[in-house]
């Protein structure tokens, strides 16, 4: 009898339920099947109803959305009626669409499914949240809440205006400043490569000038000059950004190291010298930093390679970009066989690319001015071309 009686109830318990999960289920149906909609970029449900925001696109398309929605009310689906499912329509600007399908549904109720969209925004979607925001006041007007939200971001989008026109002008001003070598930005950090002997000085003045023909942005800037070595750093950072200097800081001296020839051997080592103590656990830094050292002492090294009287074998030295152009001295070539020069040639290409071949081509001369032979190097091979 007791299992019985236990029996009865859980299936009258079961049967009570079917109609709690049956519209839990359909209210899930429906919004798979609006999302479902080409021409429908987000979906917001709630207890009340739906609201279906669409993507940008032409009057025609709105059109169709909306005749979609309409008929997805009429049609049935798993058991499910949506006849009387409310759904609220708005354009990618946030206006309501008029539709049968929103007929239903207070405007509170629409604000309410809008705000659960607008507050699950980034705040760095800027236009996005401003439009919103204004939207909601204008459903609510007494809402303050809503306005104190939309002032907030008319500001932030009035900034973001003042910020881009300016770095805008600061980028395409600094390639004519002799003064300026490089210039990097990430919005309010600007990270300065400079001629002169005061960087932050310099980089100050260019801002000020850039300042006279566009406004300067409300936000306090993080000015970091660096000489045109890289070995003399100076900055101008208010408190607030000390947290984050140093990431910021890394990812633009970074993105001027990177974008340094390999050849220039010791402005690439005081770079990565430089982004060691932003990141001293890098293994990247590291790694890059002892690669460019072997490069330079195995430079040093071929340089200073002697004859068997003591005397220099490159008695002097040059590069232009990425060919170095070698002088070897007189002693190593007169009176010499052509088979044994061609043994120095060979001795001097092999001792090139074990040193690391600073550049990609070395061109041998003798004193007068003669071109001897060109050593090129790639993937760790060099050969020697007569």
């Known amino acids: 009898m007791k299992a019985r009686f236990i029996l009865t109830s859980l299936l009258i ?30 979906v917001i449900a709630s207890d009340n109803g739906f609201l279906a925001i669409l993507k940008e696109g032409s009057k025609k398309q709105t059109v169709s959305a909306v005749s979609q929605i309409n008929k997805l009310r009429i049609n049935n689906a798993g058991g499910c009626n949506f006849s009387d499912t409310a759904v609220a329509i708005m354009n990618s600007d946030f206006e309501q669409v008029k539709s049968a399908s929103s007929a239903s549904m207070p405007i509170k109720d629409v604000a309410r499914l809008l705000y659960d969209y607008v ?34 971001y008319t500001q932030r989008a009035e900034l973001v205006k003042t910020r881009s026109e300016f770095i805008s002008r600061c980028l395409k001003q600094f390639p004519g400043d002799k003064t300026i070598s490089d210039l990097k930005i990430k919005r309010d950090f600007y990270l300065f490569v400079v001629d002169k002997d005061s960087p932050l000085k310099t980089a100050e003045a260019f801002i000020d000038k850039v ?164 050593i090129s190097c790639s993937n760790s091979e060099c050969t020697f071309k007569q």
């Open 13 to 42: 318990f079961i049967f009570s339920t079917l109609p709690a999960f049956a519209q839990g289920n359909c209210s899930d149906i429906f919004k798979a099947e609006l999302e479902n909609i080409s021409g429908v970029d987000t």
């Open 119 to 152: 507050y699950k925004l980034s705040p760095v979607q800027v236009e996005e949240n401003l439009k919103g925001y204004e939207r909601l006041s204008e459903l609510d007007p007494k809402n303050n809440y809503y306005k104190a939200r939309a002032e907030h």
């Open 211 to 374: 300042a006279q023909e566009s406004p300067r942005p409300d936000k306090k800037m993080c000015v970091i000059a660096y000489s045109a070595d890289l070995d003399n750093r100076q900055t101008s950072c208010p408190a607030e950004y000390q947290k984050i200097l140093n990431s910021n800081e890394e990812e633009l001296l970074m993105r001027h190291v990177q974008s340094l020839p390999g050849y220039q051997l010791q402005l690439n080592i005081n770079g990565y010298k430089a982004l060691n103590k932003l990141a001293p656990h890098s293994a990247l830094y590291t790694n890059k930093l002892a690669a460019y050292e072997a490069k330079e002492q195995g430079l040093q090294r071929l340089l200073n390679l002697r004859t068997v009287s003591g005397e220099k074998l490159i008695s002097k030295s040059s590069n232009r970009g990425n060919t170095l152009y070698a002088t070897i001295t007189n002693e190593a070539l007169d009176g010499k066989s052509v088979s044994a020069n061609r043994k120095l040639f060979r001795l001097l290409t092999d001792y090139y690319a074990a040193s690391g071949y600073a550049y990609k081509k070395c061109v041998l001369k003798n004193s007068a001015g003669k071109t001897l032979g060109t």
